[in-house]
């Protein structure tokens, strides 16, 4: 398989995940003009923000079980360090380009900055689907992408860990590349890892359950009570898998789900263990019984309490945000809702608590593992869940005040936040050495 480097695809016209919405990057720098108003003397510095500091394509070459030789294309882009060594996910999926991992990367400056973690903001993909190649193959892969990416990442540089199509034994395998590299075990270097090779209880748990912890705050606000809430998920992995399940366990009723293989609805409420098992068996909830088939614009349309879109980028789209019938969307994916979609739900009443909010859990949890890491001192799962949930409280909060003060959406908020933060330490680093 070849995929040849084209940077005019990789950086231009529309999105290969919703043909319907734009480049992810281009929602990124709109959400960044959006605050310019709100920033007072630091605006001077707004173009940090428009600039990646550094982006890094990388040719990924392993021989294929059959003998022959595939490239794969990586990336792996700092998007800001200004306030701490870069941190954010390595997605594995077959159409990543470069201006999607830009803005990743950026969400995850905003991100970062929003909860107050001392981390910059960084992403990486590599563009293949991870079920089309062998295990030895994705190691292979795995293993050259991250000697390649070893130039700029590093315990106190950028720390990767999971996304779409990674999990634990991704980061297993990067760490051990990277300290093979380096001639010593260096835990530091990914988060999101075993728990046997210095990863943290509850971080496998943490994105879900900030997803979770931010829709009750918001549901506080509105006098909606999670117990006996409709809830929709899109995207059953990592984040809306566990999501699903911890609204199921506090009593809501999650009515409808979806994944890459189709969308299922029933009403009376979705055993979602079941779900999960299902899943965990046949690898996609295609099949699954315990629910009908619905179709995809009915299913985004759905009358419910909580809508969690938790799979890619840009699938709440304007036609799709004229439609809704959600009460609060809970953005579980980076990226879920194009700017012209984000302002209807808004003149519609519709709250949305954004991505660089709502799914802040995994990566403040991945601060937890890095600094458990650093002392070389382990917190147990309770205390590592009360520090997430005080971390997520307190975030929303601010973030909510903000918002009611200056009259601006929950996402604007995030961002007025996030961004003085951010600009704020770029202006007092200065530009001369
Ligand atoms: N894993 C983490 O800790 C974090 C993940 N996120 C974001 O959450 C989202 C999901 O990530 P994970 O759950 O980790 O990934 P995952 O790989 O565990 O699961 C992704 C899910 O999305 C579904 N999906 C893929 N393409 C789809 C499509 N076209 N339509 C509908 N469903 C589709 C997959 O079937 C799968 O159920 C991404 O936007 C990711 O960036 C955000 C913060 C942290
Ligand atoms: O845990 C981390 O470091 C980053 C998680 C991530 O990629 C994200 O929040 O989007």
Redesign the pocket.
Known sequence: MNHPMDLTAAVGGLSY?NPHAPEPWASFVEQIERVRPYLGELERWIETLKHPKRTLIVDVPIERDDGTVAHYEGYRVQHNLSRGPGKG?I?FHPAVTLNEVMA?AGWMTVKNAAVGLPFGGAKGGIRVDPASVSKGELQRITRRFTSEIGLIIGPDRDIP?????TNAMTMAVMMDTYSMNRGGTATGVVT?KPIALGGSLGRQE??GRGVYITAREAGRRLHLPIEGARVVV????????IGARLFHEAGAKVIAI????GTWLNEGGIDIPAALAHVAAHG?LLGFAGAEPVGIEDFWALPCEFMIP????GQITAARAERMRARVVVE???GPTTPAADDILTDRGILVVP?VLA?AG??TVSYFEWVQDFSSFFWTEDEINARLERIMVQAFDAIWQVSQDKQVSLRTAAFIIACHRVLEARAERGLYP
Request: no cysteine; aromatic share 2%; glycine share 28%.
């Open positions: 995940l996910g997605r990743l860990a999971p996304d779409v199509g999101g943490a994105t899109q995207g059953f992995g990592n984040v809306g898998g979806g994944d890459h293989s996609a938790a799979a890619l980028e579980g994916a980076n991505d799914n995994g990566v």
